[in-house]
């Protein structure tokens, strides 16, 4: 996985300046582009392309905030995946487990308010998770207490990710 | 206009934007900076997408085609774009319409085909028909084509684009780019409105629907997402009118022959016309038993037949919006494309979905050819190098078949491409050489409800126990949207081989085949046009080459330079022959010896990017006025009259 903080040319923050980040991103689209290269050499067309690829990558990962905590572990050395953190606390395992069945219930029922519902009740939750995460990230902070910190979270907000993206499924029918 | 054209041998070739579409089609270039679009001999602009074949091998396009049909029913093809890559028992080919079609095997299921007087004709060879009656069109003009952007449905998949692709190289066309409809809408507009923001393309052809929310900030659209059906249009409006017309006219579902399926079918599309601006209209029809019946329809009947059709399109619209994040309320403006959305009903429903007034002002039918030139002239480097810049996205999901059959998302839809991902793999038995993905498009749980694009064997894994090598698959969408897959074996560093099995549409040996069938002198003419080819791309990089030698001369290190030169040399010593491949042999020379340079200039223009400072100014001082095509052109010219 490419390094997207140096891909864009972005200090490594947790906090980063969208709007700024996409300016950077445009920016070097408008150089990189394969359009900007189709009349130059196969070398430099194979080269566009793949920085391209890497800027549009290097684009998806920083303005998603669990691949940029990502990153940011990363470049401490921390490697995380998607199945491989620690196993998150039960209460809260149990927790998500009946906001499960109660989507699927809602779901059964056709109930669209209940979807609602309980989506907000995660969205908030959500949030607050992103926050605690902005702190642990946040200068100050001993790092190795941070990065303890911060892979709990990362778990929490996976499971909120993955249930939303069943709410989005079920509003699309 | 001039009142007559005086030929000229040393006219530069003129990049030409396609707009191919289901019902009409149409070619548009720029002129002092402005598109517009092109008119045939008889002063039309669109050409309608009919094909009609005879027994004795002629071909006919366009009105000559559609005048033929009501006699030739099975031997005409209308709305081929809504068979494009496709496979022989998808279910548009079960829909009401008068073809034959040659019943699936085995071997070429792959593939619709049609049967015309014994003949297999295949969508793509329908297509590029069209496309040589356009690119002929564009040459009455224009003097010389050059390079060409064809469009597609933003919807479309992998193998209805890879189709779309084939068609051009068919026609004889090199297609500098596909570029979807809406964003070619998003162009024509954005460059006449000047106005940036928010912005969302509802376009309604014959046979497909895209919706796409972009923002236009600066000269860059860049896409947010993007959604549709490739099977939704004005077509289907036919279709619907067409069955109650049939039903007046007492025809029995047994015995509905070609011929009366064509006039159900033309008279529903007169029908809908008229009723755009219309309350009602008559149609005087042949009846069943002998006679005619004169049929009336009310716009209030006709709306109440289309509104299913038009409430699908808000299926997409409503997720499109949710994938960019984006309230109706926040939108700047939409924009309506093609010529479905002409319907008064369509117009209505759109302004209570979007709470805009939609934008029309810009012909609908002519709007995304329009954007598809100024691509074309961009991509060409005869327009102006400002600022303008599409970052479109994938439309659909992109994944890989894992155990018990569920689809594994490598890519998710609307991801802004050129776009790659990497998985790796390892082999499951011992001493196991070879290895099957099957890579699937679409946005379902199984992979069975995707759509499937193709099946790769790596082959030449070295013999190790179960679970030792690890298998690096690279897949990599391009610009055009095209899906291209590289592998490797970690453990030994092996470039594997990837066979591809495409499961629609044709394989590379297929297209070859139908290129050296439609030359006259086969062979010969393939030969030649692989000489021409040649030449373009060898000029091309010349060009190139020496641009940067004006550029960034003070990155060559010592010695390089000379290698440059002579590389150039050796070039332009092979130019002036008429060996094709000696040609390509030199470009490969050049490419090498310039390779480490190449590297240089892109990491300056990535570091001057960085800076804030825009390359293209440096660029534009040193290509002057006259751009790459103009320069080609003059070299051609000079070369030619040596002779």
Known sequence: ?173 | MALFEIFDPKAPPRPIGIDLGTTNSLVAYVQDGKPQAVVDCDLEVLVPSVVGYDDRGNVFVGRTAQRRALGHPKETIVSVKRFMGRGASDPETARLGPYEFVPPADADANVVRFRVYGRAVTPVEVSADILRVLKKNAEDKLQRVGGAVITVPAYFDDAQRQATKDAGRLAGLEVLRLLNEPTAAALAYGLEKKQDGLFAVYDLGGGTFDITILVLDNGIFQVRSTGGDSALGGDDMDRAVAEVLLGRMGVEEASRTPEVVRLALDAARAAKHSLTDREAVELELPAAGGGSTVVTIERAHFEHLIRPIVERTGVACRRALKDAGVAPEELDGVILVGGATRVPLVRRYVRELFKHEPLADIDPDQVVALGAAVQADLLAGTGPRDEVLLLDVLPLSLGLETMGGVTEKILPRNTTIPVGATQTFTTYADHQTGFELHVVQGERELASDCRSLAKFTLKGIPPMPAGMARLEVTFRVDADGLLHVTARELTTGIEQKVEVKPTYGLDDEAVEQMLLDALDHGEEDLAARRLAEARVEAERIRFATERAFVSDADLLEPGEAERVEREMQNLGEALAGNDASAIQNRVEELDHVTHAWAGRRMNRAISRAMEGKQVSDVEETVAGAKGVEAHLAAEQASAHGGR
């Open chain 1, 1 to 173: 996985m490419i390094d997207p903080f140096d891909t864009l040319g972005i200090a490594p923050t947790f906090d980063v300046d969208l709007a700024a980040v996409e300016k950077r991103y445009r920016d070097l689209s408008r150089v990189l582009h394969p359009d900007r290269h189709v009349a130059s050499s196969p070398a430099q067309r194979r080269m566009s392309l793949g920085k391209a690829v890497e800027v549009n990558e290097a684009w998806r990962l920083l303005r998603d905030p669990i691949r940029r905590a990502e990153a940011l572990l990363k470049r401490h050395g921390v490697e995380i995946k998607e199945g491989s953190e620690p196993k998150a606390d039960p209460e809260f395992l149990m927790e998500m487990m009946e906001h499960r069945e109660a989507l699927s219930e809602a779901r059964a029922k056709r109930d669209k308010e209940a979807v609602l519902r309980l989506a907000q009740r995660i969205r908030t939750r959500e949030k607050a998770a992103l926050e605690r995460l902005s702190s642990a990230f946040a200068p100050g902070s001993s790092e190795s207490e941070a990065i303890e910190s911060i892979v709990p979270v990362l778990g929490e907000l996976r499971y909120y990710r993955r249930f939303l993206d069943e709410v989005s499924a079920i509003e699309d029918g």
